[in-house]
């Protein structure tokens, strides 16, 4: 197939091209605003494939797509665009407004238009997938309120209750992928991953910020108690899962994708100082440097995905348990210094953000 990617110079969208370019026939079209969280860096190693092309394009540029749409003439669309960071939803929402909106908006449009033209057989073919989070369904109980907790996961069935702008956005964009399906026919599929971690992640996020300032020796700000619970999925598995989606998934279906590595993130935090202690060993521990913060406003205390359909209608599952796949991101970073300094240079230099009230 030729495939759009929207976001594909992102942390999740990179990771999808690499995987396409690398594991697959399929020809990758990426297409990306370069927002302070794009970067071509994170797909150098594929770029100079022949199956490869680039587009510098906003979503929310009607013309600009249906250019796009009209010179490569996509098989199917991954939609991944997205602003994506909690924090910065709380300082300054309409951004997610305008792009997770506004954006999905415009593409559904544009592709509507543009399958709607299509010959019999590539109008068949023809498919969207829209790649969304768990944050849609607001929080689950939390074991320490509720003995019973473990056993309430996430189903593709459960309601939305979504806590934060940036939730709230794609909780909307979801609603509208639904709606243009049921509504005009457009064979959509849609996703939503738990939390992702690994490389080329921008150091505003949990994982590669606990990492970088202990590098530094640095404060490594936990939020609140530090008893927030997130399910954890490395990013190529996700890659992965998602590709799946695309040639074995059926249109007009939600599936959920997860790593079943449930963790506080205190837990988080004191496993990355271990690895860290076996790998860029020092004097002193790097848990010796864990402060704790304000809390976010409005912070989920847990999220956990049952991820059975996937597994059993696609044959999916998750390859890396936490402890090998936080091996491997701390090792990666530590690798990768430099690609560090570049994305955050001008962007953000490791500061607080999200305590807006």
Known sequence: MKILVTGGAGFIGSAVVRHLIQNTDHEVINLDKLTYAGNLANVESVAQSPRYTFEHVDICNRPELERVFDTHKPDAIMHLAAESHVDRSIDGPAAFIETNIVGTYTLLEVSRAYWQGLQDEQKNRFRLLHVSTDEVYGDLPHPDDDDKAAAQLFSELTSYAPSSPYSASKASSDHLVRAWARSYGLPTMITNCSNNYGPYHFPEKLIPLIILNALEQRPL???????????????????????????????????????????????????????????????????????????????????????????????????????????????????????CRKAQSGNYSRERLGIQR
């Open 221 to 339: 700000p936990v939020y609140g108690k530090g008893d927030q619970i997130r399910d954890w999925l490395y990013v190529e598995d996700h890659a992965r899962a998602l590709s799946t989606v695309l040639e074995k998934g059926a249109p007009g279906e939600t599936y959920n994708i997860g790593g079943n590595n449930e963790k506080r993130n205190i837990e988080v935090v004191e496993t990355i100082c271990s690895t860290l202690q076996q790998l860029a060993p020092t004097d002193t521990h790097y848990r010796d440097l864990i402060t704790y913060v304000e809390d976010r406003p409005g912070h989920d205390r847990r999220y956990a995905i049952d991820a059975s359909k996937i597994k059993k209608e696609l044959g999916w599952t998750p390859a890396e348990t936490f402890e090998s796949g936080i091996k491997k991101t701390v090792k990666w970073y530590l690798d990768n210094l430099d690609w």
